[in-house]
């Protein structure tokens, strides 16, 4: 089964092309960075017209590099949530109506049951059951994945997001958007241990995460210092170890009280250097097995989205003959293909 799948819940446009025996055979991304940079985040009304623009384009160069053409296809999945209501209808109309001009099936998909599902993509994918540690701009949850369908949330961000939380502190530091990746390269030139963070919960029992503090915590020491490149650099180290360690440890402890062994991170913040090298180096010293998407897949992409539509379409999913879009959906309320 061809399965074209699309991505446009925030900034991303997202377009792949999945086979169900022959695994990915194109997937393209247009990042829409430099339309919101000016901005310093992202801008909801340029979003949705960016989608409008460059999703037939995308949809066409996929098709062409995976060698077919549209008459192969046979379903289409897309995002439609959660996410911005004007970029989600982007896809969902093109997707919805695509589906209906050629006569096959399309399926609606949950943004984060892609990236939750996007280290399956992988050669050597994890095996259900397993928890998932799901840290995007918008999510951080803890997840106790039973199978495709079956979550069960363990506990959340009672707050700002951990890709948020680097968005917000990047921002205080002066660097560009998105603050991750900035935070990241700044950290490397910090002196670790010059500023140490708090670890925001984790001396409670619980799942629950907030992130919050830190931005406080980032802007009473910045205003201690002299506000040098050096001191930002430190700042920035220290604030990133104190998400990576919060992270770690909740991660640590879901497991610890599910007994499950397998841990899956996915979402734009599984990117992070830090937090790959400190999660592996937990799983090697406690007999758990670590699995991360690739770095391409870890941001917004059609490929996760393509993934998890397939597994709908080929148990029989389809959408009714309307345009639907979701912009708060939780992942709780799916249910197995
Ligand atoms: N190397 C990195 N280190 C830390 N954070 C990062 C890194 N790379 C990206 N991020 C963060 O990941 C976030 C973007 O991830 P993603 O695209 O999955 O989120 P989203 O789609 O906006 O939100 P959601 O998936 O919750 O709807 C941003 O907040 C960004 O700063
Ligand atoms: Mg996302």
Redesign the pocket.
């Known amino acids: 089964m061809y399965v074209l799948g699309i991505e446009t ?4 446009t997202g377009v792949a092309i999945f086979h169900s025996q022959q695994g990915l055979l194109s997937h393209h991304l247009y990042s829409q960075v430099k339309t919101h940079a000016d901005y310093g985040g992202v801008v909801p009304e340029l979003a949705s017209r960016d989608h409008v623009k460059k999703l037939i384009p995308l949809i066409s160069r996929a098709l062409s590099a995976a060698g077919i053409d549209k008459y192969r296809v046979d379903g289409i999945a897309y995002t439609a949530g ?2 911005l209501i004007g970029a989600l209808l982007a896809g969902a109309a093109v997707a919805r109506s695509l589906a209906w001009a050629l006569g096959i099936p399309s399926v609606a998909v949950h ?2 049951e892609g ?1 939750l599902l996007a280290p399956l993509l992988e050669p050597d994918p994890p095996e259900f059951p397993f928890i998932a540690l799901l ?5 951080t949850q803890l997840v106790e994945v039973e199978a495709i369908g079956r979550y069960k949330i363990l506990g959340e961000s009672l707050d700002d ?4 939380a ?2 917000k502190t ?1 921002k205080m530091l002066g660097l560009g958007y ?4 900035e ?2 390269r700044l950290a490397d030139e910090g002196l670790a241990g010059r500023f140490v963070f708090p670890r925001p919960m984790t001396d409670r029992p619980g799942l629950n995460f907030s992130f919050s503090g830190l931005k406080t915590h980032t802007l009473t020491t910045l205003a201690a210092t002299s506000s040098t490149r050096q001191d930002k650099a430190d700042i920035a180290a220290a604030f990133q170890e104190a998400v990576v360690d919060t992270l770690l440890i909740k991660s640590q402890r879901a497991l610890e009280e599910t007994g499950l062994v397998r841990l899956v991170v996915a ?3 599984s ?3 830090r ?1 790959r090298k400190k999660l592996h180096e937990m799983g090697r010293e406690k007999g758990y097995r670590i699995y991360f998407p690739r770095l391409e897949f ?3 992409n059609g490929a996760m989205i393509a993934y998890a539509g397939c597994q709908r379409l080929l148990a029989g999913h389809a959408e009714p003959l309307e345009i639907r879009a979701r912009p708060r959906w939780p992942l709780s309320d799916l249910l197995p293909p």
């Open positions: 819940s925030c900034d991303e959660p996410g943004h984060m990236h840290v995007s701009g918008g999510h997001a951990a890709g948020e680097f968005d990047a998105p603050g991750g990746p935070i990241g979402g734009g913040v990117a992070n250097r937090m870890c941001g917004d």
